[in-house]
C-alpha cells in the first residue's frame, strides 16, 4: 500500500517543534481542531512524520489511531517527505496507454519503494502524477523540473545513474 510509512528517519529541528506546539496551542481548544492542526503541520515539517502525529496526540489528548486515521484518508496529507530528487511519472491516459505503468513499476522495483515513498536515504521520492501537458512526449516522467519523455524501461538505469 503506498503512502503508509516512513522510510526516512525523522529530523526535525528545535525551531519547527516550537512551530508546532504554538499552533497545538492556539488551536487546540477549537472544535473539529484537527484537520487545521494536520495541515499546519505538514506546512511546518513538509510532511506528516510520526513523531509530529504523536506529539499532535499527546498535546490535545485525540488518539494516535484517529490522527493517522485522518493524515491516512485525506490526499492533501503525506506520512513521506519528498525525495532531494522528486520523480514523478505520468499515468494520464497518453502516457499510460504507450507503457508508463511499466516505467513506474521498474522505478519502484529499482528504488525499492513504492508509489508515494522515499528512499532510506532521503535521495529519491516516487509519485505518479496526472498529465503534465507533454503528451507528444508520451510516455513521461519528471525529475524535479527536468522532463523525460518517449521513454522506455531500458533507459531507468541510465537516467537515474545521472543522479547517483
Ligand atoms: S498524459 Fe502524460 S503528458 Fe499528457
Do not use: H, W
Amino acid at each position: 500500500m503506498p503512502n503508509k510509512k516512513t522510510t526516512v528517519a525523522f529530523s526535525g529541528t528545535e525551531e519547527q517543534e516550537e512551530a508546532l506546539r504554538k499552533v497545538i496551542e492556539e488551536m487546540k481548544e477549537e472544535k473539529g481542531a484537527l484537520m487545521p492542526i494536520l495541515q499546519k503541520a505538514q506546512d511546518i515539517y513538509g510532511y506528516l512524520p510520526k513523531e509530529v502525529m504523536k506529539i499532535i496526540s499527546d498535546e490535545t489528548q485525540i488518539p494516535m489511531e484517529k490522527i493517522y486515521g485522518v493524515a491516512t484518508f485525506y490526499s492533501q496529507f503525506t506520512l513521506n517527505p519528498k525525495g532531494k530528487y522528486r520523480i514523478s511519472v505520468c499515468l494520464g491516459t497518453a502516457c499510460y496507454v504507450k507503457g508508463s505503468g511499466d516505467i513506474y513499476n521498474k522505478l519502484m522495483e529499482k528504488l525499492g519503494i513504492v508509489g508515494g515513498e522515499c528512499t532510506p536515504d532521503g535521495k529519491f521520492s516516487l509519485d505518479a502524477c496526472r498529465c503534465v501537458g507533454a503528451c507528444g512526449l508520451a510516455p513521461v516522467m519528471m525529475i524535479n523540473d527536468e522532463v523525460y519523455g518517449r521513454l522506455t524501461v531500458d533507459d531507468i538505469d541510465d537516467i537515474l545513474a545521472k543522479y547517483e
